[in-house]
């Protein structure tokens, strides 16, 4: 018998059930390993806490997104 694809990516830890929760938390988690962009020097930004954000290539300090530097509506 052939093998069933996961399609439920990294949600895939939790195993069987919660299904629906867990396609949101997917969709949470291919958003957080997108490169988060300097908005100065196109550098990459780390997230300090909640909104605050800092370019480890010029050393700007800026506010973002809470989670994500750019905030866009997550597709379902
Ligand atoms: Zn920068």
Do not use: N
Not at 15 to 34: D, F, M, S
Not at 45 to 70: N, P
């Amino acid at each position: 018998m052939a093998v069933k694809k996961k399609k439920i990516g990294s949600a895939g830890r939790f195993g069987a059930g919660y299904g629906k929760v867990k396609q949101k938390l997917v969709a949470v988690e291919k958003k957080q390993r997108i490169k988060q962009e300097c908005p100065f020097c196109k550098g990459r930004a780390k997230r300090q806490a909640r909104s605050i954000w800092e370019c480890s290539k010029c050393e700007k300090k800026f506010a973002g997104g809470a989670f994500h530097l750019k905030t866009q509506k997550v597709k379902k």
